[in-house]
């Protein structure tokens, strides 16, 4: 099956540092992923869209200056949590979608963040 | 609004059979997924309906009803491997984002 990875799977960071986890696919081309974000025992919220080559479509209540998403080719997205702080500390997994008519997410196996 | 309804916890014995239902209430609709995740792991695709009926994979099986807005995920012949968090997600129609209902906690006892 599609296989997502993601770097790094566990960070550890002081407050007003910034933060990059890149999302890649090892084995197809997705034109698309999403990055959530996932709190204990919680749902996935979802937080934004990217599309290969254009600017990612943010949810609602997620600040675009913040989380700054980049999907500069079709195996890899890269979010960056700017000046995080300790409630940015979460579960930030990726997703990608291969397109033309591929309708199944592949999920990258998670980051944890924790922001002292 | 946009709503995915899960029952929250089940409990069920090794070899026992479970039904996680999923009721759905969204814009749009492409179809129903469902995915596992296990405590600290990442969500694991499990089945995809897109059409109503039965889709059968091994010794899970999911069910699509369109017009109840229903569908659910059978587990037969339970494991205790099968303890994790199980969630219904729904495709928008609009813009083919999964739209997540809350997860259901599944606890197999031995």
């Known amino acids: 099956g599609a296989v997502v990875s993601q770097h790094p799977s566990w960070v550890i960071c002081k407050s007003g540092t910034s933060v990059k986890i890149e999302c890649r696919s090892l084995d197809f081309q997705a034109t698309t992923m999403f990055w959530y974000r996932q709190f204990p025992k919680q749902s996935l919220m979802l937080m934004a869209t990217s599309n290969e080559g254009s600017k990612a479509t943010y949810e609602q209540g997620v600040e675009k200056d913040k989380f700054l998403i980049n999907h500069a080719s079709l195996t890899l997205s890269t979010l960056t949590v700017t000046s995080a702080h300790p409630e940015d500390s979460s579960f930030y997994i990726c997703?990608?979608?291969?397109?033309?008519?591929?309708?199944?997410?592949?999920f990258g196996p998670g980051t944890r963040l924790l922001v002292l | 609004g946009q709503s995915l309804e899960q029952p929250s916890e089940v409990t069920a014995v090794e070899g026992a059979i479970v039904q996680i239902n999923c009721t759905y209430q969204t814009s749009g609709f492409y179809g129903l997924s469902w995915y596992q995740q296990h405590d600290g792991g990442a969500p694991t695709f499990l089945s995809y309906?897109?059409l109503d009926g039965l889709e059968e994979t091994g010794r899970f099986s999911s069910f699509l009803s369109r017009s109840d807005s229903y569908g659910y995920l059978l587990l037969q012949e339970l494991q205790m491997k099968d303890s994790a968090s199980y969630f219904c997600?729904?495709?928008?129609?609009?813009?083919?984002?999964?739209?997540w209902g809350l997860g259901t906690s599944l606890a197999v006892n031995p």
């Open positions: 309906n897109a």
């Open positions: 997703s990608a979608r291969q397109g033309g008519g591929q309708e199944t997410q592949y």
């Open positions: 997600a729904v495709k928008d129609g609009n813009n083919r984002k999964l739209i």
